[in-house]
C-alpha cells in the first residue's frame, strides 16, 4: 500500500510569513493525526481528526495554527504568522480507525525552519 | 506532572549482544504503550503494541514488556546488527471521551558498532 504522503519536504521562511502543509494519508484510513517534533524531542500532538471532524485539538496554539481535513481525505495545516519556536519537523500520520490497537502510519514530515 | 523517560539519549551496544531500552512514566494510566522506530530524516515506523493486561510480546528479535505496576516498559533487540541502529521511542495511548491519545517519549537513540 502507498504511504502517507507530505509536502513540502522542506520549508525556509522568515518570521511572521505564513505556511502551509499539505498531507495525504493511506487511503481508507479514518483518523489522521499532525504531530510536531522539535529536534531531540519525541513528537508531540497537535490535532486529531475522524473523518472530517476534530476529534482533539486541545494542543494546537490556535491563534497561529489552524488545520482542516477537507472530505475526510487529504488535510492542510497552516501557521500564520510563524515564529521562531515553530522550527521543527510536521509529521502527518493516519491510522485505520480510532482505537488503541490501530498503529500509526507516519509520512516522512516537513522541516520547517523559521528564520 | 505526567512524564514518559527513555532510559537515555544514546546507548552503545556490540554487534551480536542484546539491546534493552527502557520507558519509565508517571502520572499516566496507559491502557496500552508501542514502541516505534524513527530514522534520521524519517517519520516514526510502528514495531509492536502490548496492552495493559499483557506482560510480554515478543516479534522476531524484539520483545517488549509492560508493568503497569513499576510503571515501565522495557524493549529488547536480541542479537543486534548495526542496521538496529536508529531512534527508538515508546508511545503510551490513552482513552479519552470519545477519543484515544498517543503521547510520545523523547526517544533512545541506538547505535550497534561493528
Known amino acids: 500500500e502507498a504511504g502517507v504522503a507530505q509536502s513540502p519536504r522542506y520549508k525556509i521562511i522568515e518570521k511572521r510569513q505564513s505556511v502551509a502543509f499539505w498531507c495525504n494519508p493511506i487511503?481508507?484510513?479514518?483518523?489522521l493525526y499532525w504531530y510536531q517534533q522539535i529536534l531531540g524531542q519525541g513528537p508531540k500532538l497537535l490535532i486529531q481528526f475522524q473523518n472530517n471532524g476534530v476529534v482533539d485539538d486541545s494542543q494546537l496554539p490556535k491563534d497561529r495554527f489552524s488545520a482542516e481535513r477537507l472530505k475526510g481525505v487529504d488535510s492542510t495545516l497552516k501557521i500564520q504568522p510563524a515564529k521562531l519556536e515553530d522550527s521543527a519537523v510536521y509529521l502527518c500520520a493516519s491510522s485505520l480507525a480510532l482505537r488503541h490497537n490501530s498503529p500509526l502510519h507516519f509520512g516522512n514530515g516537513t522541516r520547517l525552519t523559521v528564520t | 506532572s505526567q512524564k514518559i523517560e527513555q532510559n537515555s539519549e544514546a546507548l552503545n551496544i556490540q554487534e551480536g549482544k542484546t539491546a534493552t531500552l527502557t520507558c519509565n512514566y508517571t502520572n499516566y494510566s496507559p491502557a496500552y504503550l508501542q514502541w516505534y522506530r524513527q530514522d534520521p530524516g524519517r517519520g516514526p515506523v510502528f514495531l509492536l503494541l502490548?496492552?495493559?493486561?499483557?506482560k510480554e510480546k515478543r516479534k522476531e528479535r524484539l520483545k517488549v514488556t509492560f508493568d503497569t505496576t513499576l510503571k515501565q516498559s522495557l524493549f529488547h533487540i536480541t542479537a543486534s546488527q548495526p542496521a538496529d541502529s536508529a531512534t527508538y521511542l515508546c508511545a503510551l495511548g490513552m482513552s479519552g471521551a470519545g477519543s484515544y491519545q498517543l503521547t510520545f517519549g523523547k526517544g533512545t537513540k541506538l547505535s550497534v558498532i561493528p
Open positions: 487511503s481508507g484510513h479514518a483518523t
Open positions: 502490548i496492552r495493559e493486561n499483557e
